[in-house]
Protein backbone atom coordinates (compact mmCIF):
# COMPACT_ATOMS: atom_id res chain seq x y z
CA UNK A 1 0.00 0.00 0.00
CA UNK A 2 0.74 3.51 -0.84
CA UNK A 3 2.52 4.89 2.64
CA UNK A 4 1.06 8.11 1.83
CA UNK A 5 -2.31 6.77 1.68
CA UNK A 6 -1.71 5.84 5.01
CA UNK A 7 0.07 9.08 6.43
CA UNK A 8 -3.00 11.05 5.25
CA UNK A 9 -5.44 8.18 6.94
CA UNK A 10 -4.02 9.36 10.33
CA UNK A 11 -5.28 13.38 11.21
CA UNK A 12 -6.87 14.39 14.62
CA UNK A 13 -10.47 13.72 13.64
CA UNK A 14 -9.26 9.78 13.53
CA UNK A 15 -8.32 7.02 16.51
CA UNK A 16 -5.92 4.01 15.97
CA UNK A 17 -6.13 1.15 18.09
CA UNK A 18 -3.68 -1.83 17.66
CA UNK A 19 -3.88 -5.62 18.19
CA UNK A 20 -7.61 -5.35 18.62
CA UNK A 21 -9.56 -8.95 18.46
CA UNK A 22 -12.36 -9.33 15.57
CA UNK A 23 -14.72 -10.96 17.79
CA UNK A 24 -17.80 -10.90 15.21
CA UNK A 25 -18.59 -9.91 11.44
CA UNK A 26 -21.45 -8.62 9.52
CA UNK A 27 -20.81 -8.94 6.12
CA UNK A 28 -23.36 -7.89 3.70
CA UNK A 29 -21.35 -7.71 0.19
CA UNK A 30 -17.29 -7.35 -0.78
CA UNK A 31 -17.46 -3.73 0.12
CA UNK A 32 -20.00 -3.40 3.60
CA UNK A 33 -20.61 -4.83 6.30
CA UNK A 34 -19.47 -3.96 9.90
CA UNK A 35 -17.32 -5.65 12.31
CA UNK A 36 -17.15 -5.66 16.46
CA UNK A 37 -13.56 -5.57 17.59
CA UNK A 38 -12.24 -5.90 21.50
CA UNK A 39 -9.06 -3.83 22.60
CA UNK A 40 -6.94 -2.84 25.61
CA UNK A 41 -6.65 0.68 27.14
CA UNK A 42 -4.06 1.21 29.90
CA UNK A 43 -4.79 4.25 32.36
CA UNK A 44 -2.21 6.43 33.34
CA UNK A 45 -2.75 4.54 36.98
CA UNK A 46 -1.77 1.35 35.19
CA UNK A 47 -5.95 -0.15 35.50
CA UNK A 48 -6.61 -1.88 32.23
CA UNK A 49 -10.19 -1.42 30.44
CA UNK A 50 -11.31 -3.62 27.71
CA UNK A 51 -13.34 -1.59 25.10
CA UNK A 52 -15.90 -3.40 22.62
CA UNK A 53 -16.57 -1.09 18.92
CA UNK A 54 -18.68 -1.72 16.23
CA UNK A 55 -16.81 -0.76 12.68
CA UNK A 56 -18.96 0.40 9.82
CA UNK A 57 -17.31 -0.79 6.79
CA UNK A 58 -18.25 1.00 3.78
CA UNK A 59 -17.13 1.56 0.09
CA UNK A 60 -14.30 3.65 1.37
CA UNK A 61 -12.77 1.59 4.01
CA UNK A 62 -9.48 0.10 2.70
CA UNK A 63 -8.66 -3.41 3.84
CA UNK A 64 -5.17 -4.54 4.15
CA UNK A 65 -3.21 -7.66 4.93
CA UNK A 66 0.47 -7.40 6.80
CA UNK A 67 1.65 -7.71 3.03
CA UNK A 68 -0.20 -4.48 2.00
CA UNK A 69 -2.71 -6.47 -0.29
CA UNK A 70 -6.17 -5.25 -0.36
CA UNK A 71 -9.47 -7.57 0.96
CA UNK A 72 -12.72 -7.63 0.97
CA UNK A 73 -14.68 -6.93 3.84
CA UNK A 74 -16.21 -10.61 3.90
CA UNK A 75 -12.48 -11.71 3.63
CA UNK A 76 -12.19 -10.84 7.75
CA UNK A 77 -12.88 -13.70 10.23
CA UNK A 78 -13.33 -13.55 14.05
CA UNK A 79 -9.88 -14.03 15.44
CA UNK A 80 -8.36 -12.02 13.44
CA UNK A 81 -6.01 -9.56 15.41
CA UNK A 82 -6.39 -6.00 13.14
CA UNK A 83 -4.82 -2.82 13.36
CA UNK A 84 -7.36 0.29 12.73
CA UNK A 85 -8.12 4.00 12.32
CA UNK A 86 -11.38 5.36 11.85
CA UNK A 87 -13.68 8.15 12.86
CA UNK A 88 -13.95 10.19 16.50
CA UNK A 89 -17.42 10.32 15.78
CA UNK A 90 -19.13 7.50 17.48
CA UNK A 91 -22.98 6.80 18.77
CA UNK A 92 -23.56 6.50 22.77
CA UNK A 93 -24.92 2.86 21.65
CA UNK A 94 -23.63 -0.44 23.46
CA UNK A 95 -21.20 -0.90 21.74
CA UNK A 96 -20.81 2.42 20.29
CA UNK A 97 -20.12 2.66 16.37
CA UNK A 98 -17.57 4.47 14.21
CA UNK A 99 -17.05 4.45 10.75
CA UNK A 100 -13.54 2.38 9.63
CA UNK A 101 -11.38 4.12 7.35
CA UNK A 102 -8.48 1.28 7.59
CA UNK A 103 -8.07 -1.73 8.76
CA UNK A 104 -5.25 -3.69 8.67
CA UNK A 105 -5.09 -7.52 9.35
CA UNK A 106 -1.91 -8.43 11.46
CA UNK A 107 -2.64 -12.00 12.22
CA UNK A 108 -4.84 -14.75 11.00
CA UNK A 109 -6.45 -17.06 13.60
CA UNK A 110 -4.98 -20.24 13.09
CA UNK A 111 -7.14 -23.52 12.89
CA UNK A 112 -6.69 -26.29 15.51
CA UNK A 113 -8.52 -30.02 15.97
CA UNK A 114 -10.73 -30.23 18.72
CA UNK A 115 -11.17 -33.38 18.64
CA UNK A 116 -10.85 -35.68 22.14
CA UNK A 117 -8.30 -38.84 21.92
CA UNK A 118 -8.56 -40.09 25.67
CA UNK A 119 -8.52 -38.91 29.42
CA UNK A 120 -5.87 -39.08 31.82
CA UNK A 121 -6.88 -41.65 34.24
CA UNK A 122 -4.45 -40.59 36.48
CA UNK A 123 -0.76 -39.06 36.90
CA UNK A 124 1.66 -41.47 38.84
CA UNK A 125 4.97 -39.50 40.09
CA UNK A 126 7.57 -42.49 41.11
CA UNK A 127 11.51 -41.13 41.37
CA UNK A 128 11.62 -38.44 38.99
CA UNK A 129 9.61 -40.29 36.46
CA UNK A 130 5.62 -39.42 35.40
CA UNK A 131 3.66 -42.24 33.99
CA UNK A 132 0.51 -41.68 32.65
CA UNK A 133 -2.44 -43.47 32.55
CA UNK A 134 -5.07 -42.86 29.59
Partial sequence: ?????KNNMVTQDTI???????????CFDDTNGNIIIS?????????????NLRLNI????VIIDSFGEFMCSCCLKE???????FS????????PQSNA??????????????????????IDEVANQS???I
Fill in 131 to 133: YVS
Fill in 16 to 26: KVENALVEEIF
Fill in 58 to 61: GRHT
Fill in 101 to 122: YLIIVQKIPQTFDSSNIGRIAY
Fill in 88 to 95: TAMTRSIP
Fill in 1 to 5: MDSNL
Fill in 79 to 85: GMLVNAV
Fill in 39 to 51: FYVEGEDGVVSIF
